[in-house]
């Protein structure tokens, strides 16, 4: 059943809507202008919610966020596992994940289009996930029980929130990390709901080096959990994986400087970073999500071949995670794909850096979304 759900300018103050699946709710934004809207809300699902992996979410909630130019055109944007439904037009930017490429006059425009996202399911958000016994969350498995993620249940998940919204086809999803690989997937299984795939740092399956990343950093939080220290676990996770979102080089020119003594060992510049990183990331995530969602993005696989979705592929030349031989390769097998190949010091976060770059071939393969 897809509900009825009313916009409402973001310069109006708070009000709660109502409808018959979900419960949609409004809230203010900070963006100007009578044209932009906000709505955000959380989809109740009743049943069973199947997994591609095997299993099943029980009355699983998927909580979304839209927000844009009214009328205008829908494209989905998705980041990395961390990444939730408030892209931008928030109230403060801080609490917007990818507010320097999204916004107004942004390199996705929301003036001209409406941005659609959502918290993924087995994430920290308010979607169904694991639950840490220190921040249960209501509706949420224990993490003991939390089945396997697919990046097909996220796509599955999507399609769900159109017919939700009552949003016929996307003109486009623009995603980034795990939000690519989502991307895929849904191009793969639902090509009449989508104009375009726009995908950032994600290949059709991940690459055996950084499994063996990622391997690790769940290895660590496992053993930090089962000594009651989970937290501890998560922080080195992130820290790891710090070191392998960004570059040698820009490694090298922030954290060249010499060791600091401190007591009887020394501290290096680079590993002052990596753990502040580390326990800002293991304060406001949850250890349980963290290995659900990184073992989605280990266990991720789509068939290149059968995505016939007109796709851009932007590929990172320093991206330690997505090796550039991947991106040319996933271009090669799409029906209907093409790569865009940039560089920059910042590795695989380079879409959260470099809006400027992804101004140019946003608008070529958003202008020619239907």
Same mark, same amino acid.
């Given at each position: ?45 009743? &049943?069973?919610?199947? *997994?591609?992996? %095997?299993? =099943?979410?029980? !009355? ?7 927000? /844009? #130019? +009214? ?108 939000? &690519?690989?989502?991307? *895929?997937?849904? %191009?793969? =299984?639902?090509? !009449? ?7 950032? /740092? #994600? +290949? ?167």
């Amino acid at each position: 059943m897809t509900a009825s759900v009313e916009s409402i300018p973001v310069s109006a103050p708070s009000v709660a809507l109502r409808a018959r699946v979900g419960g949609p709710r409004a809230e203010r934004d900070c963006a100007r202008g009578p044209d932009v809207r906000a709505q955000e809300g959380v989809l109740g699902i009743a &049943g069973d919610f199947p *997994l591609h992996h %095997g299993g =099943r979410l029980q !009355e699983a909630r998927i909580a979304w966020r839209l927000a /844009g #130019a +009214a009328n205008a055109p829908v494209v989905c944007a998705l980041g990395g596992i961390s990444a939730h439904r408030r892209v931008c037009l928030t109230e403060d930017p801080r609490d917007s994940w990818w507010s320097e490429a999204v916004g107004p006059q942004r390199a996705l425009d929301t003036g001209s289009f409406r941005v659609l996202s959502f918290d993924y399911l087995g994430g920290s958000g308010e979607s169904s996930g694991p639950r840490s016994a220190s921040a249960p969350t209501a509706g949420a498995a224990p993490a003991a029980d939390f089945p396997a993620i697919s990046s097909y249940d996220q796509a599955e998940a999507l399609r769900r929130l159109l017919e939700h919204l009552g949003i016929r086809a996307l003109a486009a999803i623009v995603g980034a990390s795990y939000g &690519g690989m989502v991307a *895929l997937a849904f %191009g793969e =299984r639902y090509p !009449e709901r989508v104009g375009r795939l726009v995908v950032i /740092g #994600a +290949a059709d399956r991940a690459h055996p080096l950084a499994t063996a990343w990622r391997s690790v950093q769940r290895a660590a939080v496992r053993f930090a959990a089962g000594c009651g220290r989970p937290e501890e676990g998560l922080k080195l996770a992130r820290a790891l994986g710090m070191a392998t979102y960004r570059s040698g080089e820009e490694f090298a020119a922030r954290f060249a400087g010499p060791a600091v003594r401190d007591g009887r060992r020394f501290v290096f510049p680079v590993e002052e970073y990596l753990f502040a990183r580390g326990r800002d990331y293991a304060a406001r995530y949850c250890a349980e999500s963290y290995l659900a969602l990184s073992e989605s993005i280990d266990l991720h696989r789509v068939e290149a071949a059968r995505i016939f979705v007109p796709t851009t592929v932007i590929a990172v030349r320093e991206d330690q995670l997505v090796p550039l031989a991947d991106a040319r390769a996933l271009a090669a097998r799409l029906p209907s794909g093409s790569v865009h190949e940039i560089s920059s010091i910042y590795g695989h976060d380079a879409f959260l850096k470099e809006p400027q770059q992804l101004r140019a071939i946003f608008a070529t393969a958003l202008g020619s979304a239907p």
